[in-house]
């Protein structure tokens, strides 16, 4: 059976009392107290009771995290970051994973709710309409890793993402490519992804190259990067390539490689994300490397001060982003 705080205070010859002045640091326990407590939790193996404590304090020390698409190599970093500094202030996470599902993304702002989170990271792709009703309607912190909110109204963190395409694009286009194509995300209400479709079609706009039969939208998978491909290739010469995500461009280098095409002597390829494959990865991807592990942090930092209502700089912090050259361009 489980030691109960009863057994902790007997054990330690203190009342139940002290032995949760202990468990809650309110300083009023002297130090030799105190660690005859801490010896008895040790030895009995004693763990609170969370719930019951959530109950009294309407606090669980815990934060909820959602996130689209628990397969997807660019979540795991963002995780480790917001997770490592949530250690730091003793905070425990739950993950909700929602498998690209609006409706399962929405049910998980109650979800959190009903287990008493103090506060969510929403790693999710959408800011509309539906989405700031279900953050509002939680009645708890939220801070959008990822996702930008340009009107300023949800707390997030994020980079420049048609900046960053765009840059891209002009490399391919200052190595000679012309006929470059995009594969990117199909779902409209995607804002980051919008922004990365933005770029590209700026730059090619404003070198006179725009061609929207090299445009193919898919789902965020290295499978849609292989259909991507392989769709425009049937009617259209490619000689460069830019991807919504890093799995689709790997995605497209193994298709063009199954074709006898070669990357980069016959096509460039440019991803976006910067996981840890790109980095390992034959060829070596050339990406728009976004601070996974930094966004992941601060956007845990931010949210711990808005937890507990602690002055803050700013709600809208944009990271720097780099464009990583890689072996996949030349």
């Known amino acids: 059976m489980a030691a109960s705080i009863k057994d902790v205070a007997k054990e330690a010859n203190v009342s139940i009392a002290t032995v949760s002045r202990v468990l809650n640091d309110i300083d009023v326990v002297n ?27 309407q606090r669980s020390s815990t934060i909820g995290i959602i996130i689209p698409d628990i397969s997807n190599s660019l979540y795991p970093e963002i995780v480790r970051g917001a997770e490592d500094l949530a250690s730091i202030y003793n905070y425990n996470i739950m993950l909700c994973n929602t498998d690209l599902d609006k409706n399962r993304e929405k049910e998980s702002f109650n979800i959190l709710r009903e287990k008493m989170v103090d506060g969510i990271i929403y790693m999710g792709d959408s800011l509309d309409a539906d989405i700031k009703a279900a953050i509002k309607n939680s009645g708890i912190p939220v801070v959008s890793v990822g996702t930008m909110d340009d009107e300023d109204e949800v707390p997030s963190i994020g980079i420049d993402s048609y900046s960053g395409a765009k840059e891209a694009v002009e490399y391919l286009i200052s190595l000679g490519n012309k006929n470059i194509a995009y594969i990117g995300y199909d779902r409209e209400t995607a804002l980051e992804h919008e922004k990365i479709y933005a770029g590209y079609r700026d730059a090619m706009s404003n070198a006179g190259l725009l061609n929207e039969n090299l445009v193919y939208r898919g789902n965020l998978k290295y499978e849609q990067g292989i259909a991507g491909i392989n769709k425009i290739t049937e009617s259209q010469q490619v000689d460069g390539v830019i991807c919504g995500c890093d799995q689709m461009a790997i995605g497209v280098i193994n298709a063009l490689r199954e074709k006898g095409i070669k990357v980069p002597e016959d096509v460039n390829v440019i991803g976006f994300d910067n996981i840890a494959l790109a980095a390992v990865y034959h060829p070596k991807l050339t990406t728009v490397a976004r601070p996974l592990y930094d966004m992941g942090s601060v956007g845990m930092r931010l949210l711990i001060k808005l937890i507990n209502k602690l002055p803050i700089e700013e ?4 990271l720097p982003y780099e464009f990583v050259k890689r072996d996949s361009c030349k």
């Open 31 to 57: 130090q030799e107290t105190k660690q005859r407590v801490l010896d008895a939790i040790e030895k009995l193996d004693y763990r609170p009771n969370i719930l019951a404590r959530s109950l009294k304090t």
């Open 315 to 318: 709600s809208y912090y944009r």
